[in-house]
């Protein structure tokens, strides 16, 4: 019996998505249509192509070599739309995950130079501060802090980046500028939720000065900064956030200059998809370009 193309296109929709309802709206389709062809694709090649996971679907080693050859197919279907010239292989949807202060300095512009050059290519990122993930369903790429302990995916550095203290003018001229670490532990701590925080590298307020209190915490490093701005406190800052802002002040610099590692994740089979490699290769010359930046040296 002969592979159905339409079959195959439907499983590369659905290992993009990790779901069969968000691979149905991209397709024009609905669930139960998905889960037709899907089903009809395994009964041609007389194996499972999928298998269920945390987030949703994964690919198994069968649906895998399907996808390689669905992505021949989609590639064929997309140069008949593009007579006399070669189709642009750097188009789709990608999907990552990085920390808030990444995700706005280095993955937007990023992404947006590389959009430019590509108008096809799609981007979509979640921000998150977490482990990385043991499976990815229907996720190209995560950026996370500190090395990850993974199984069945590829883990490279990106880069580092450095973290102090930080206090608003205004708030120093009213409650008095720390000069030691004992004084500091006066002041009350803007930072993320201790109970909440799962990235163990991101400690470090809490291991360097155990005394000093939290005052406003949240999950959100934006809300770190302006909170800091605001006077809530002492944040403890990204430096490539906080030396933005004139209205800050970077205290005792010798004491408090956390250095921590981007590290990049990837699924193994991500790397073949022109687009992922693309924004893989964009978001690690970013990373080169903005290095000053996130070490503390702009």
Known sequence: MDTNPDDLLVLLAVSRSAKFTTAAQALGLNHTTVS??????EKTLGGRVLSRAAGGWELTELGAE???????VESAVRSLGQPGQAPDPITG???????????????APAVARLRRKHPGLSVEIVTVTRRALQQRSGL??????GEPQVHRAEAFKLGEYVLGMYASRDYLAENGTPATVEELTEHP??????????VDDLDAPRRLVPAMKDGLTSTNVFVHVEATRAGAGIGFLPCFMGDLHQDLVRLLPE???????????LRPDSMR?????????????????Y????LGRR
Not at 36 to 41: D, G, N
Not at 255 to 265: D, G, H, Q
Not at 273 to 289: G, K, N, S, T, Y
């Open 93 to 107: 949807v990608v999907r990552m995950t990085a920390t808030d202060g990444f995700s706005a300095y280095v993955a």
């Open 140 to 145: 190209d790429i995560e950026v996370v802090v």
């Open 291 to 294: 290095r000053e930046a996130l």
């Open 36 to 41: 037709r062809r899907i089903a009809a694709l």
């Open 189 to 198: 701590l803007v930072y993320f939720v201790d109970s909440m925080l799962q």
């Open 66 to 72: 399907a996808v390689l050859v669905a992505e021949q």
């Open 255 to 265: 004491a408090f200059s956390e250095r921590l590692p981007y590290w990049m994740v």
């Open 273 to 289: 998809r022109p687009a992922v490699a693309a924004v893989v290769q964009a978001l690690r010359d970013q990373a080169v370009e």
